[in-house]
């Protein structure tokens, strides 16, 4: 099994609608982050956070928002899809030191209509 | 502005040949570097790492180069096949509150012709 999931892994939705992309980790790491993918923009990161209490604004926070409902589960929110929200987005793990690699899951892309 | 920098978004190279991807970052402050690959439909995954302490480190048929007085990094991939052929990100780190939060380059999408 995936040490990093993400559901669903594809999502239309309309503009206005409220929506939510989970992620779980089975590698028990303490740090989870959410980045999102636009074409020639890399990775962008959204948010992270570094415990269950602790949650911190990414790069490009606006619009989004997220919950860590244990070590293992973090999901993001966008409250009010619009279409500039079009994209692949990425829930990524890493161990307390966070310096070394970042383990990811297999995206979520979502379309905003 | 842009800390990491990938200025190529694309690489052709023929099997067997050498790939050179390269990277540029304007922190001074970042001490720490990781190369991913991605492959469609897929999440990135880690390929190799280096620190500033260092200016190489190998892995197989993976290579990272820093020039820190350039800051300037570079990927060789010898020989390069096939399967190498990926989206490449370069990403940077540095300390910060005894956190390590990695900036992504833009990525190169490198492709190994037969």
């Known amino acids: 099994d995936a040490d990093v999931t993400q559901t669903p892994r594809n999502r239309i939705t309309k503009t206005g609608k409220r929506i939510m992309l989970e992620c779980s980790q089975t590698?028990?790491?303490?740090?989870m982050y959410w980045y999102r993918q636009d074409p020639g923009l890399g990775l962008r990161l959204i948010y992270y956070s570094f415990d269950v209490k602790d949650i911190n604004k990414g790069e490009i926070s606006d619009g989004y928002s997220v919950s860590r409902q244990a070590q293992a589960k973090f999901s993001l929110s966008l409250e009010s899809a619009i279409p500039n929200q079009t994209a692949l987005y990425f829930c990524?793990?890493?161990?307390?030191?966070?310096?070394?690699?970042?383990?990811f899951g297999p995206g979520t892309r979502l379309t905003v209509l | 502005d842009q800390q990491v920098k990938q200025n190529s978004p694309s690489l052709s190279v023929q099997e067997g040949r050498i790939s050179i991807l390269n990277c540029d970052y304007t922190?001074?402050?970042?001490?720490?570097f990781l190369w991913y690959k991605k492959y469609p439909a897929e999440g990135p995954t880690f390929l190799i790492s280096i620190s500033s302490i260092k200016d190489k480190n190998e892995d197989g048929r993976f290579t990272v180069f820093l020039n820190k007085s350039a800051k300037h990094l570079s990927l060789h991939i010898v020989p390069s096949q096939p399967g190498d052929s990926a989206v490449y990100f370069c990403?940077?780190?540095?300390?910060?509150?005894?956190?390590?939060?990695?900036?992504f380059g833009r990525g190169t999408s490198l492709i190994v012709h037969p």
């Open positions: 990403a940077a780190s540095a300390a910060s509150g005894g956190s390590y939060i990695p900036t």
């Open positions: 590698k028990g790491h303490d740090r």
């Open positions: 990524a793990t890493s161990d307390l030191q966070g310096r070394d690699e970042q383990f």
């Open positions: 922190n001074s402050m970042f001490d720490y």
